[in-house]
Each structure stands twice: as structure tokens, then as C-alpha cells.
């Protein structure tokens, strides 16, 4: 009997060409489209994007050339609650969200798994470019080669039970295989560009959404330096993030650099150029995949954004479950409220949130 996946089907091109592999793979495939935001948030697709009107369709059609069913599942409230609150929340305390990683953990690993396991699915699968691997008592995730895209930065919460029931059927592929795969294919999303953006916030524009979202306007601050003297005034800590340069509002006479936020006091603390780089970080909410327990420093590369390059660190753990990770080389814009990643070569060993550095 053919195994049974539940493929989730964004309405791009990695995704389709998932389900063309699963298909090629023997898999008996459904594909399902998260409707994930709120209806006032519901707009057609410019250039890509997610999560959209166009990219519902779009996957309904890749579905019908291939011969699988298609399924929308109304996530909406799952998403509101733990991707945008939570987006809004962070931004709110001086924190830099990663509301994709939160999507995954909440939504399409958990929400989405739970639906499939359920509805007697073996495995839930996406277009994420990662490895999978595992034996009988472990499951590890490594990061995808060759390293042309890789996402496992996105993926570090995944725990034992989702890597198992988990397929990433694009972990050997390059983007323009999978291109190529899908005009072979004659799939309507060969060319389709890539999302770019938040899926909620296509305009980039975090603080006016978070008014637009929570009728609030944000509150103006102090600018102040490292030794709290006070600088200028601030439109309101919801515009800013850690190393920031740019669109700060005033001039200085020289460049500044945002390198703390605290919303307690209502100030953004600015820095002279070099203030933007840190030594280490600590990190809690962590999460092991490669490792079952920290239980003594380890030598690793760490990665504190999705488009950051991996830094040679050591990673040390603390008393109360937190870890800290202490860099060879200064870091830039290590910003809390974003994931760190820990790498052993191609294992993922964890992460954690970011909560501080210095």
C-alpha cells in the first residue's frame, strides 16, 4: 500500500514540484493550501508572494495537472494567534520576530501535522530545502548540499516526532533544477518569483502595520547614546531594530547605529560605527536536534540570520537551561528575538531565541 503524504502547497513553484517528486517517488499525494491570514488581509498575489488569493489558486491548478486532490484548510485563527500577536508582541517589547520560524513551529509542523496524523496521513511534506535523516532511534536535520538554498535555519524547532513524520523531497535539488523540473512538467508556476516578504506585511512596513493592527500609534522616545544622554526623539520603538542605520529620522554628523531597544523606558540606543558588532549572545528556548543535551562547551558554527554566513563560536551552557555562544570574530547585528542556529559541519545540533547580547 502506498504511503499517504499531506503536501503542503503554497502555490509556488518549490512546493509543486514537491508534489511532482512525491508523485515520481510512489507516494499516494494530497496537496493542501494553508489559508493562514485574516480575510482583511486577503489581497492577490503581485509578484509571488504567499499565503495570497493567486497562490490558493495557483496551487489548486498544479494539483488538477497532477492528478492529486487539493484541500484548503482554514488556519486562520491558529496563524492570527501565534504568528501575527506574536509578531506584533515582539515588536512591542523591542524585539525582532521571526514570524516564519514561529509559522513553522505552530502552524504547518504542528497545526498541519496534527490535521494529517488524524486524518491517517504517514508524513506531512514541504518545499523546504533541507535533509532529513534517520534510523530507527534518531532523526537529524543537516543542512542542504550543495548549499546553492539551504532553509534549515527556518526549521531548528522541529522535534523527533516531526522529523520523523516529516519529507523534504527537494533536499537535492538546486533552485534551477527545480525550475526546470516544473517547465518540463508544464507546471503554470515554473517561473514564478519567489516571496520576498512577511506575507502579511507585502509593504515591509512593520510599523505601520502593527498600528494598523493594534489601532494604536506608537509612541515617540528618546534617541539617547550608551551613556543615556539624550540624542533626538524617535517615532516610536516599533520602526526600529538592533543595527540599524538608515531611516533613523535625524541627522548625527556621523553614521549611528541602533544597538539596543528598551521598551521599558520608551529609548533606542544608538552607537557609533563598530557598536553594531557583538562577541556573544545568550540564547534560551533552546531547541536539540543533533544532541540530546549541552553538557559541556562545544565547538560550532552559529548562524543569527536566515541570510547570515555561519561564524565559528563556542557554545557553552548556562545553569538555567539558556546557552551562550561566544564568537572568534565580532558579529553584526545579533539582534534579540531571532533565532541562533548551531552547526556541527552539516548537522544541526539546535537553537534558541536570541534574548541578548554584548
Not at 239 to 263: C, D, W
Not at 342 to 350: Q, T
Request: hydrophobic share 40%.
Amino acid at each position: 500500500m502506498k504511503k499517504k503524504v499531506m503536501l503542503g502547497m503554497s502555490g509556488g513553484v518549490d512546493s509543486s514540484v514537491a508534489a511532482l517528486l512525491l508523485l515520481d517517488a510512489g507516494f499516494d499525494v494530497t496537496g493542501v493550501t494553508l489559508r493562514l491570514k485574516p480575510e482583511q488581509y486577503m489581497e492577490p498575489s503581485k509578484s509571488g508572494g504567499c499565503c495570497s488569493l493567486d497562490d490558493i489558486d495557483d496551487a489548486r491548478r498544479v494539483a488538477y495537472k497532477l492528478g492529486i486532490e487539493h484541500i484548503v484548510f482554514n488556519f486562520t485563527n491558529i496563524f492570527e494567534k501565534n504568528v501575527i500577536d506574536y509578531f506584533v508582541a515582539e515588536y512591542q517589547q523591542g524585539r525582532t520576530p521571526n514570524p516564519c520560524i514561529a509559522c513553522n513551529r505552530h502552524v504547518k509542523f504542528n497545526a498541519m501535522m496534527k490535521r494529517a496524523i488524524e486524518l491517517g496521513f504517514d508524513y506531512v511534506a514541504t518545499g523546504h530545502y533541507a535533509v532529513i535523516e534517520q534510523n530507527e532511534q534518531k532523526r537529524w536535520l543537516l543542512k542542504k548540499a550543495p548549499a546553492a538554498k539551504d532553509q534549515s535555519y527556518v526549521l531548528y524547532a522541529l522535534t523527533q516526532f516531526q522529523l520523523e513524520h516529516t519529507l523534504l523531497p527537494l533536499a537535492s535539488y538546486t533552485k534551477p533544477q527545480i525550475r526546470a523540473l516544473a517547465q518540463q512538467a508544464g507546471l503554470i508556476v515554473a517561473h514564478k518569483p519567489d516571496s520576498q516578504e512577511i506575507c502579511f506585511v507585502p509593504d515591509k512596513n512593520y510599523a505601520g502595520f502593527i498600528e494598523r493592527y493594534t489601532g494604536e500609534k506608537p509612541i515617540p522616545g528618546n534617541f539617547v547614546d550608551q551613556n543615556g544622554t539624550v540624542l533626538g526623539t524617535h517615532k516610536g520603538i516599533t520602526h526600529y531594530t538592533i543595527g540599524q542605520r538608515k531611516r533613523l529620522g535625524m541627522s548625527f554628523g556621523e553614521p549611528m547605529f541602533v544597538t539596543k531597544i528598551n521598551a521599558a523606558r520608551n529609548e533606542v540606543v544608538l552607537g557609533k560605527s563598530g557598536s553594531q558588532y557583538a562577541n556573544m549572545l545568550i540564547a534560551e528556548n533552546v531547541n536539540w536536534i543533533g544532541i540530546s543535551k549541552l553538557a559541556q562547551p562545544m565547538r560550532i558554527t552559529a548562524k543569527t540570520r536566515y541570510q547570515a554566513s555561519e561564524a565559528p563560536a563556542w557554545l557553552t551552557p548556562q545553569k538555567n537551561g539558556s546557552v551562550q555562544v561566544t564568537f572568534d570574530e565580532p558579529q553584526r547585528s545579533v539582534t534579540p528575538g531571532q533565532a541562533v542556529v548551531f552547526y556541527k559541519g552539516e548537522l544541526v545540533i539546535g537553537g534558541g531565541t536570541i534574548i541578548n547580547s554584548q
